[in-house]
């Protein structure tokens, strides 16, 4: 709980006395390998805060996998678009490994919207940082070369190389497990 209470400080900008409040709307929830914390197709009712294990966002397009995102512990994950809007997700978000997550349902996040009169303004800054986030993703994706993605994301998350197969994050970079191959070796 220590994780989400330090994410809410940095993410939300929630000040101590509050986190008791929030920190009771969270609900525990584990993932088996392979399960789904939300499929393409069905509305997304819950944010999650992963505590432990690593699940990939991926969404079919015409018959094949893409790879979204791949977040892993101290990281929220939530389809935003279905969540706040009520549309069927797009994405699916699978565990990759066995999940410990803390989970923010729909219903208890408009209960909380009541109870706690800065959240709007804390899940104003929150989302703000989401779509910088996506706008940061976007524009590298677009200006780096596929060697300077692999760098970046080598240097924000090493360890996912040993804890993920190697054709997600290829997918995820946008390029072939092939290129993903060689530009490991260069770097090597």
Not at 28 to 43: C, D, I, Q, S, V
Not at 48 to 60: K, S, Y
Not at 158 to 168: D, G, I, K, N
């Amino acid at each position: 709980m220590k994780e989400l209470e330090e994410s809410l400080k940095e993410h939300f900008g929630v000040e101590a006395e509050e986190l008791d409040t929030i920190r009771g709307f969270f609900q525990p929830l584990t993932l088996e390998k392979g399960e789904y914390f939300l499929k393409a197709g069905h509305y997304c009712t819950h944010l999650g805060f992963i505590q432990q294990g690593i699940i990939r966002e991926f969404l079919d397009f015409e018959g094949k996998e893409i790879t979204k995102w791949i977040s892993g512990p101290g990281s929220f994950i939530v389809d935003l678009m279905s969540f706040l809007f009520g549309r069927t997700s797009l994405v699916s978000y699978q565990a990759m490994s066995p999940c410990i997550l803390l989970v923010l349902h729909k219903e208890a996040h408009r209960e909380l919207t009541e109870t706690v009169a800065r959240w709007a303004a804390m899940e104003s800054r929150f989302l703000a940082k989401c779509f910088a986030v996506l706008e940061n993703r976007v524009i590298n994706h677009l200006a780096l070369s596929s060697a300077e993605r692999y760098a970046q994301l080598m240097t924000y998350d090493e360890q996912l190389f040993q804890q993920v197969p190697l054709h997600y994050i290829a997918s995820m970079l946008g390029i072939t497990p092939e290129t993903l191959s060689r530009l490991r070796a260069k770097r090597s």
